[in-house]
């Protein structure tokens, strides 16, 4: 199923482009806010969007949902960042969207930053 990966891109088939110009899709913010509800140490969660495989359709959500939605194993690590390195790790993962060399994957995701 596409996916919305980066604000704007277009390419969910539930979302239209205006509903994710802004901010992107809202799956990715979802889990990002999950991950860090599982920290309560971390001040922020940061999440690789290449890791959300698929969008969240509207109705009740299943195991297979789930699933189909985050199937890596992903392993959950607190890091303690500088300001200055939590810059610098997100300029390098947007670096390839705003150079036109990527394909979105790396397009990071947060919870609590501002």
Do not use: W
């Amino acid at each position: 199923m596409p996916r919305e990966l980066v604000p704007g891109q277009g390419a969910s088939a539930l979302c239209n482009r205006r509903s994710t110009q802004p901010y992107g899709g809202d799956v990715q913010q979802l889990v990002a806010a999950a991950y860090l509800a599982q920290l309560p140490e971390a001040d922020v969660a940061i999440l690789n969007v290449g890791g959300v495989r698929s969008d969240l359709p509207a109705g009740p959500i299943s195991r297979a949902t789930l699933y189909r939605l985050l199937p890596f194993p992903d392993t959950l690590v607190v890091l303690k960042l500088s300001g200055a390195e939590l810059q610098a790790t997100l300029e390098e993962a947007i670096a390839g969207i705003l150079d036109d060399q990527g394909g979105g994957g790396a397009y990071p995701y947060a919870a609590h930053l501002r």
